[in-house]
């Protein structure tokens, strides 16, 4: 999928997608709660009120850069809480390649935040150790985030991700830490959303009078437009969490902003009552 932002080319690369089996994730989420929001249907959720949902990255090209943004899981990791995310073997980089973005011709790699399904393939297992997927990127996370993973990482899960996909890139001196809300470009900049997680970054794209958003997790799925209060259980902050969605959707609804999801896909924010809902795009 491709979309664009004034200059900005926007090509979306599928890792993984799943259909009804985002539960442990938002477990508010019922059947029966998802069917009683029918703007969903088709194209974020089922008849049935099964959650579509997909694990991606999203590759922006401005005439001058090639940034990856979030890396998805990643191929040979292990530790990973969800059986099916270690030791995988995806064609995702043959992937990258095809839609002609060939791993060496990425010049930045940014990370809305350090979650296990969105670092993934910073790194690869080369010679007995994780290298830079991207040798000729410079990788961008948020100095809040990265300093709060580095500091405080507790749980076995969290220990490995930063050790196999985050670590060995600042390791290699390939890393820069950027303020949440910093300009990388005339065109592109981060908005400070935390919540999902301490640093958490979603991006704006402003060119040529037209504007886009990569929310990142700051809702994992649509329906959380609809009910705000719908945390994901990867919060490290419920209550931040809803209020970085009001704030974050009333200043993009009602306006021709193209908005994509950190795991759906693209669509207009409308306000619906006290909450919003979420226009698909039509292909």
Same mark, same amino acid.
């Given at each position: 999928?491709?979309? *664009? ?6 090509? *979306? ?9 985002? *539960?442990?994730?938002?477990? $508010? ?10 703007? @969903? ?16 990255? @999203? ?5 001058? +850069? +090639? ?30 390649? $095809? ?10 790699? @940014? ?51 930063? !050790? ?88 993009? !609804? ?30």
């Amino acid at each position: 999928m491709q979309w *664009k932002v004034g200059k900005v080319r926007i090509t *979306k690369i599928v890792e993984l997608e799943t259909v009804g089996s985002a *539960k442990f994730i938002l477990p $508010l989420a019922t059947n029966e709660e998802i069917q009683k929001l029918p703007w @969903l249907i088709p194209h974020f959720a089922t008849e049935e009120g099964r959650l579509k949902m997909s694990i991606h990255s @999203l590759v922006l090209e401005d005439g001058k +850069r +090639r940034i990856v943004v979030d890396t998805g899981l990643g191929n040979d990791k292990q530790g990973r809480n969800v059986p099916a995310w270690n030791n995988r073997n995806d064609p995702f980089l043959e992937k990258l390649t $095809l839609a002609g973005f060939p791993p060496d011709t990425i010049d930045t790699v @940014l990370c809305t935040h350090l979650h296990v399904d969105h670092v993934g393939w910073n790194t690869k297992w080369v010679g007995g150790k994780w290298v830079p997927t991207f040798a000729n990127a410079r990788y961008l996370f948020g100095k809040t985030e990265f300093e709060h993973w580095r500091d405080h990482s507790v749980e076995p899960a969290h220990i490995a991700v930063f !050790a196999d996909s985050v670590k060995p890139i600042w390791d290699a001196g390939r890393a820069e830490l950027i303020a949440s809300d910093a300009s990388l470009t005339s065109e592109i900049s981060m908005i400070s959303t935390p919540g999902h997680s301490p640093g958490h970054m979603s991006i704006h794209i402003r060119s040529d009078g037209e504007e886009g958003l990569l929310t990142g997790d700051v809702a994992h799925h649509p329906c959380q437009m609809a009910h705000l209060d719908w945390s994901s259980t990867a919060d490290s902050d419920a209550r931040q969490s809803a209020l970085a969605r009001r704030e974050l959707f009333s200043r993009f !609804a009602d306006r021709p902003v193209l908005v994509i999801g950190g795991h759906y896909n693209a669509g207009h924010i409308k306000r619906d009552g006290e909450a919003f809902k979420f226009i698909a795009l039509q292909s």
